[in-house]
T-cell receptor, first 116, second 112 residues
Framework: KAGVTQTPRYLIKTRGQQVTLSCSPI?????VSWYQQTPGQGLQFLFE???????NKGNFPGRFSGRQFSNSRSEMNVSTLELGDSALYLC???????????????FGPGTRLTVL | DAKTTQPPSMDCAEGRAANLPCNHS???????VYWYRQIHSQGPQYIIH???NNETNEMASLIITEDRKSSTLILPHATLRDTAVYYC?????????????FGPGTRLSVLP
C-alpha cells in the first residue's frame, strides 16, 4: 500500500505570494490533517478534513485554508505569504476522523516551504 | 499547550534498551497516550498507543502507570536507526475539537 504523498517536496516563494500544497492520503483513508513544523514552535496542528468537511481547526490566521476533494485528496493554501510561514508542512492521513477513540495517523514526508 | 512533559534529550548505547519517560499528570479517563517519532527530515512515524494496559508491538513496549499519570516507551534493543525525536502525546479536546498536540519531544541519540 502506497504511503501518504505530498507535492511539491520543496518550494521557494517570496513574501506576498500565495502557495498551494497537495496531499494524497493512503488509499481508503478519509481523514487528512495538516501540520506546520518550525524550529521555534515545533509541530502545530493546522486543520483536519474528513469526507470533504473541515472538522477541526488549529489556531492559525485565516490566510491558511484548506479543502478536501471527493477522492480524499487535500490541498492547503497560504495566501499573502510572510517570512514566518517558512516551515515544513506535514500532512497526515487516517482511516477514521480524529474524534474517535483510536486514531493512528500516517504522516507524509512534508513540503518544505521557504519564503524569501 | 502540550499536556505532556518529556526530558529534552537522552542517550542510549546501541543494543541496550532505551526507556523514554513521559509525564501526563492531567490525563483524563478517556484520553489515550500515543507515541510517535520523527527521524531527521522525515514525517513523524506512529509507534504505539495505549489507554490503561501495557502494550507491545513489533517496534516497542508502552508501560502506563496504574494512576495513568506517566508512561514509559521502551525500545528493547536500540539501534543507530532509532536515533530520532520521540513525541509522547495525549489526545486533547479544545474549542475546535480533538486533535494531536505535539510537545518538543525527547531527542534520543543511540550511540555506537
Amino acid at each position: 500500500k502506497a504511503g501518504v504523498t505530498q507535492t511539491p517536496r520543496y518550494l521557494i516563494k517570496t513574501r506576498g505570494q500565495q502557495v498551494t500544497l497537495s496531499c494524497s492520503p493512503i488509499s481508503g483513508h478519509r481523514s487528512v490533517s495538516w501540520y506546520q513544523q518550525t524550529p521555534g514552535q515545533g509541530l502545530q496542528f493546522l486543520f483536519e478534513y474528513f469526507s470533504e468537511t473541515q472538522r477541526n481547526k488549529g489556531n492559525f490566521p485565516g490566510r491558511f485554508s484548506g479543502r478536501q476533494f471527493s477522492n480524499s485528496r487535500s490541498e492547503m493554501n497560504v495566501s499573502t505569504l510572510e517570512l514566518g510561514d517558512s516551515a515544513l508542512y506535514l500532512c497526515a492521513s487516517s482511516a477514521r476522523p480524529s474524534g474517535g477513540s483510536y486514531n493512528e495517523q500516517f504522516f507524509g514526508p512534508g513540503t518544505r516551504l521557504t519564503v524569501l | 499547550d502540550a499536556k505532556t512533559t518529556q526530558p529534552p534529550s537522552m542517550d542510549c548505547a546501541e543494543g541496550r534498551a532505551a526507556n523514554l519517560p513521559c509525564n501526563h499528570s492531567t490525563i483524563s479517563g478517556n484520553e489515550y497516550v500515543y507515541w510517535y517519532r520523527q527521524i531527521h527530515s522525515q514525517g513523524p512515524q506512529y509507534i504505539i498507543h495505549g489507554l490503561k494496559n501495557n502494550e507491545t508491538n513489533e517496534m516497542a513496549s508502552l508501560i502506563i502507570t496504574e494512576d495513568r499519570k506517566s508512561s514509559t516507551l521502551i525500545l528493547p534493543h536500540a539501534t543507530l536507526r532509532d536515533t530520532a525525536v520521540y513525541y509522547c502525546i495525549v489526545r486533547v479536546a479544545d474549542n475546535y475539537g480533538q486533535n494531536f498536540v505535539f510537545g518538543p519531544g525527547t531527542r534520543l541519540s543511540v550511540l555506537p
